[in-house]
């Protein structure tokens, strides 16, 4: 049985973009019709309250790879993590749309991200076939 989602991008003009970044929320949304996903810190601490025993010990992993690193550095490398991630499911509508779909929308270093990454934050997270 087709969703109302479904419907909705099947028979209208709507660009159906998906408001998490949960692997599991992403992949229902393109599964009925999501082209893009939108995340942000917000979005991501949502996701994270939803799978914290799914993504502590990563948590912990990157804590103890990067000693010297700050809570917010942590904070970074999570978001760009669970950006990868979300890339995959997105990855097909990507290569499929050349490029015009299957994307998110970025995060500018201007909503948080730490001066000292805010370049590479810009240039990894920013309008690439990934879930931010």
């Known amino acids: 049985m087709e969703t109302p989602l479904g419907l909705m991008a099947r028979t209208t003009s709507t660009e159906y973009w998906n408001d998490s970044c949960s692997i599991a929320e992403l992949e229902y949304a ?23 025993d799914t993504w502590l010990p990563r948590i912990r992993q990157i804590a103890s790879q990067r000693a010297a690193a700050s809570d917010l550095d942590i904070t970074w490398q999570l978001i760009e ?8 499911v997105l990855a097909p509508i990507f290569e499929q749309a050349g490029g015009r779909r299957g994307r998110s929308r970025p995060i500018r270093p201007s909503s948080g991200a730490p001066s000292g990454c805010s370049s590479r934050a810009a240039d990894s997270l920013a309008w690439r076939p990934t879930c931010r």
């Not at 393109?30 to 799978?51: D, R, W, Y």
């Open 30 to 52: 393109v599964g009925n019709g999501a082209v893009g996903a939108t995340s942000n810190p917000t979005i991501v601490g949502e996701v994270l309250k939803k799978e914290y």
């Open 81 to 88: 993590e669970m950006a990868v991630k979300g890339a995959a």
